[in-house]
């Protein structure tokens, strides 16, 4: 949670996927666009408001690989740590907003430096903590991630998104 | 919001689509699996708290249909209604969840049979609004939804989701 008034510091989105392609470079003039993608596993929308900061990384990263969301192969639920599943991290400042009238406004949001900088470590940890937890397992899991700033143009394939709410 | 506590009577998680794809029926020993889809428009995942009442159905679907959200083809931001185009109502009750240690609890969700009954007056309500919405347009756009209580097995395909949550 942020420190001045119980708001919370990040908000983020979690849909199961079996895949999840989303573009990390538009098309240029001489260049095709490309793209990032995973197999079975979570996609992670997030959102840092004002008043985030780096000590909230660890927790959230710790939270969202471990909390029993998945549906192992036997029906039982388990972690993306676990089953073990790639992790496809998508920045999405839009889950910041808050209606006004007919509009949406994002007054909350975090600045584009500030928030480029916890999602740019927020990867490297999801990397860090990922690895670690299906090392020696022989499964070939990944974290890939969006382009901060970039539109996020996202394919997504399920056998049902579970979608899931967690703020921190 | 609902009456007792001032915490959410509803929780939905909006995304815009190019084209979105839901099982509504599974395959069983005989019969192949049923689908509905949508074309460019927007996918509404809803969940209803316990104390949710129909009273807070048309509200709801006013302000779904009416915030700008959706990036029309000249780049500004117009309602699903005024695009015009569709959408798709995915039952979501995983979205109602709350982290307690390493599980999901749902303590707060509504009960089935009231869920059932909130989540057909809010299809309806969808479907007369934007039908009422889009008359004389021309555009052929539409309601589909999934079946309540089932697997909500779901494909997107996005030209950027622009992920929002809205509470009621």
Redesign the interface.
């Known amino acids: 949670m942020s420190a001045t008034d119980g708001a919370p510091a990040a908000?983020t989105?979690l849909q199961q996927c079996l895949r999840a392609q989303l573009q990390v470079s538009p098309a240029g003039d001489q260049t095709e666009a490309q793209f990032v993608q995973i197999d079975r596993g979570m996609v992670i929308?997030i959102c840092f408001f004002k008043g985030a900061s780096e000590q909230i990384l660890q927790k959230m990263v710790s939270?969202l690989l471990?909390?029993?969301?998945c549906e192992s192969s036997s029906g039982k639920?388990v972690?993306v740590s676990e089953l073990p599943g790639s992790v496809l991290i998508?920045p999405?400042a839009?889950?910041g907003?808050k209606?006004k009238g007919?509009?949406?406004q994002y007054h909350n949001n975090i600045s584009k430096e500030d928030g480029l900088r916890l999602y740019t470590t927020f990867v490297s940890l999801c990397e860090k903590e990922l690895t670690a937890a299906s090392a020696g397992s022989g499964a070939e899991v990944t974290v890939k991630h969006g382009t901060y700033g970039n539109?996020?143009?996202?394919?997504?394939?399920?056998?049902?998104?579970?979608?899931?709410?967690?703020e921190f």
Do not use: F, I, W
């Open positions: 908000r989105v929308y939270t471990n909390v029993r969301l639920l972690s998508v999405q839009t889950l907003g209606v007919r509009s949406m539109r996020q143009v996202l394919q997504l394939d399920t056998n049902g998104p579970y979608t899931h709410l967690m």
